[in-house]
């Protein structure tokens, strides 16, 4: 089959539409946290390991740290960075809600992994069937979410935070956190 020069652009442009539609298609598509890593902190977090059901484009997985909380009661903390170019950055974490004196209850003055005391202009509301924080900083802002579970046969909490660099807006850093998934 012979294609003129005409013919010859209009299948390059179909194949280049097509891989980019694929590309995007791809990474729309993927999760937030790699899988082997997922699993690794599901080992070491369960019941409380709660991740991001989606990202601000174009964060990206950098790394985790895993944190023992105190009391010890309050157990294990893991935070997981995002970031891109330009001074984005997301700092989540997911830990059971538990405050410093060791008593597992969702607070609305700031989360184990980041810090207590935000309540002096904390934005609160229910999204998702959650108790929704936002506290806005100086340096970054704080959104956190509390999470009712049953955990063997009794209620506990789970909580994610983030803290962020002001990119992305209250309502964002909210439903960011409400909707934190296993």
Known sequence: MRFDRL????????????????????????????????ARIHAILSPY???????PKPLIFISWKETDLSPTVCGTSVTIQFAAAGDR???????????????????????????????????????N?????????NHGSNAWACIPLKVGGLRDWAVVGIWE??????????????????
């Open 49 to 55: 390991d709660f991740f991001p059901a989606s990202l």
């Open 7 to 38: 013919g010859l652009v209009t299948v390059a442009l179909a194949v280049l539409a097509a891989a980019a539609l694929i590309g995007v298609t791809s990474v729309a598509s993927a999760a937030p946290v790699p899988k082997i890593e997922k």
């Open 129 to 137: 069937r959650r108790h929704v924080f936002f506290s806005h900083g």
């Open 89 to 127: 950055q997301i700092n989540w974490s997911s830990s059971r809600d538990c405050d410093h004196r060791g008593q597992v209850r969702c607070s609305a003055g700031g989360y184990p992994a980041y810090s207590f005391g935000l309540a002096y202009n904390v934005r609160r509301t229910t999204i």
């Open 165 to 182: 660099l002001n990119f992305i807006s209250p309502t964002q850093a909210m439903r960011l956190v409400a909707y934190a998934r296993h």
